[in-house]
């Protein structure tokens, strides 16, 4: 009986070249599907995220639906930090809200004194949703996700969303030490989330940086990368990792954080890529160790069928400059979309839609 490491999605992220990419969408969880609006009536989205039964049921809700090749598991990267008891609400139409922003050294050393290891005791439902969703897949899949030191230290700098995240790129060169503390804080939180989710069966990892864009390449290289590189590379050679960023296309080859003097295992596996840079040019990029994940404009989920159809083709025939492909969006979906576009993606990537 197949199992999910001989899965098309694991082997893609190993670098195997295959006739037709795999294919999954960021944010396929919830958002645009009426039956998770359905499900989640009456509950609020950290309360559902810690709910075991219906965060499973939120993850599989698109494996049925769609028929993608893997599963991504439905939490928020909010979820580790309210775990390790930070004071946080995701108000609806804004998102994560802090009641206490971290700002000076005295608010970093009054977070960074909690254990990350506590996150690992209190994610008990989170293994739980785990073991479930990984019972009723089968051999599909499940991805397991965390955000990145940068994109939750943004949220935490500014005490919520934020579109230039002046105060959290302040914080690098005005505080660099600080800085520092937060971020390495920060990968052990999100080191700890991912592992909870292995540990329970997760077959592969992504890291999310949402605003890793509004980063210069240096303050990128000084103040981010080794942050991200000790969240992720404990994994490397354990699951398929997978690092995406929003706008990242002038820190792209940043991103597959290399471990200085390791060979092509110390790297990420693959590397997202958002709309805005053809999967040509990005292979070229990363290089021939480097899976690319992509990378679908979301904006033309609305676009009328034949012109959708030719971009979806137009990036499956790019992504095989890389040494494989695993087939997504540029971002996550968004809610609006009608989920039977989605469903048809899936099918034309599969050979099914001519």
């Not at 971290?102 to 293994?127: F, G, N, W």
């Not at 989330?193 to 997760?202: H, I, N, P």
């Not at 820190?251 to 997202?272: K, N, P, T």
Request: proline share 8%; net charge negative; glycine share 8%.
């Amino acid at each position: 009986m197949p199992q999910p490491h001989e899965s098309a999605l694991v082997r893609a992220l190993r670098g195997e070249r295959q006739d037709r990419p795999p294919v999954w969408f960021m944010r396929q969880a919830g958002r645009s599907l009426p039956e998770y609006r359905e499900l989640r009536v009456g509950t609020r989205m950290l309360d559902a995220c810690l709910t075991p039964d219906l965060a499973s049921e939120i993850t599989l809700q698109p494996v049925r639906r769609h028929r993608v090749d893997a599963a991504v598991f439905f939490s928020d990267i909010v979820v580790p930090l309210k775990l390790a008891g930070v004071e946080v609400h995701i108000e609806p139409g804004r998102g994560p809200v802090f009641a206490d922003p971290v700002r000076t050294a005295s608010d970093v050393d009054r977070l960074t004194a909690i254990d990350p290891a506590a996150i690992v005791e209190a994610a008990a439902p989170v293994r739980e949703a785990v073991q479930i969703t990984v019972a009723e897949l089968g051999d599909t899949p499940l991805i397991g996700f965390a955000g990145a030191p940068f994109t939750l230290a943004a949220y935490l700098v500014e005490g919520g969303p934020s579109k230039e995240h002046l105060r959290a790129r302040g914080m690098m060169h005005a505080d660099p030490a600080s800085w520092h503390r937060l971020a390495g804080w920060l990968a052990q939180v999100s080191h700890a989330f991912l592992s909870v989710q292995v540990a329970a069966g997760a077959s592969a990892v992504q890291l999310f940086d949402s605003w890793a864009g509004s980063l210069s390449p240096a303050d990128y290289r000084a103040f981010v990368a080794p942050h991200s590189r000790a969240a992720l590379a404990p994994l490397f050679g354990t699951v398929p990792t997978i690092h995406f960023g929003v706008g990242t296309g002038p820190i792209l080859a940043d991103m597959r954080l290399i471990d200085e003097g390791a060979d092509a295992s110390g790297r990420a596996d693959a590397v997202g890529v958002d709309w805005r840079l053809p999967l040509d040019e990005a292979a070229a990029i990363l290089g021939p160790d480097t899976t690319v994940q992509g990378n679908i404009d979301p904006a033309l989920l609305t676009a009328p069928w034949d012109v959708l159809a030719a971009h979806v083709d137009d990036v499956i025939a790019r992504g095989r400059a890389a040494r494989a492909h695993v087939l997504n969006l540029g971002h996550g979906v968004p809610p609006e979309t009608d989920p039977t576009v989605l469903t048809r993606i899936v099918a034309r990537a599969h050979g099914e839609d001519g």
